[in-house]
């Protein structure tokens, strides 16, 4: 399969905990975009790279966020010091430049803080 | 600011009959709209776009139609099947949010045998 995959794809932990997400893109595609989603709604828009460099932050991502792609490959996403609405799903997606709203899923982790 | 919305959350269809799936947006500036499907346990699937400076665009057995008047965008189905069941959103990008995308809350369209 050469679509996008994260893992884990569920993650329940305590509050206050750190966890921390990966996310590889489809290999040709140059730009890759974090979203979260909560249930009944749609996803909204986190951070996005292209290659190495992190481009735009949403407000959403708190100072307790962090996203990485150090290779322009892989993504990693931390949350520190997690809080009970921090439960959803995180989604990530990538693209190329051009043609840049096309975006392909990946399957998201969920993450449940207890 | 910018809204993406549908107007109906929950859609229900009997096997066979052509499904309309409905969306409001807010933003003029938008260059592109895009339809997704979500099933169950899965991240969106893309289905298919328009342009802003198109009115309609087909696909296999969908159809998409963009009135830019009163900003509406419609995602046809034609003889929908069970695995057409699912979420369904539309998505808005401006080119100059770099393929950002804003989305709506979701349609369920569920297909009845």
């Known amino acids: 399969d050469t679509g996008v995959s994260q893992n884990p794809r569920h993650k329940i932990t305590k509050r206050g905990q750190n966890v921390t997400f990966r996310c590889d893109p489809i290999s040709e595609h140059n730009r890759l975009y974090w979203y979260r989603q909560t249930l009944g709604q749609g996803p909204e828009f986190l951070t996005y790279f292209q290659n190495e460099a992190q481009l735009e932050k949403s407000r959403l991502l708190s100072d307790r966020f962090s996203a990485e792609r150090p290779k322009g490959s892989f993504s990693t996403l931390e949350i520190q010091r997690t809080e009970q609405g921090d439960s959803a799903m995180y989604l990530c997606?990538?693209?190329?430049?051009?043609?840049?709203?096309?975006?392909?899923f990946g399957p998201g982790t969920r993450l449940t803080v207890l | 600011g910018e809204s993406v919305g549908l107007h109906l959350p929950t859609l229900s269809v009997q096997e066979g009959d052509n499904s309309i799936i409905n969306c409001a947006y807010s933003?003029?500036?938008?260059?592109?709209f895009i339809w997704y499907k979500q099933e169950s346990g899965k991240g969106p699937q893309f289905i298919i776009d328009?342009?802003?400076?198109?009115d309609k665009r087909q696909g296999q057995r969908v159809t998409v139609l963009l009135n830019k008047t009163v900003k509406h965008l419609s995602l046809q189905i034609a003889a929908t099947q069970p695995g057409d069941s699912a979420v369904y959103f539309c998505?808005?990008?401006?080119?100059?949010?770099?393929?950002?995308?804003?989305f709506g809350d979701g349609t369920t369209l569920t297909v009845k045998p």
């Open positions: 328009i342009r802003s400076n198109m």
């Open positions: 933003n003029s500036a938008s260059d592109y």
């Open positions: 997606a990538s693209s190329l430049s051009s043609g840049a709203h096309t975006q392909y």
């Open positions: 998505a808005e990008t401006r080119s100059i949010n770099a393929g950002k995308s804003t």
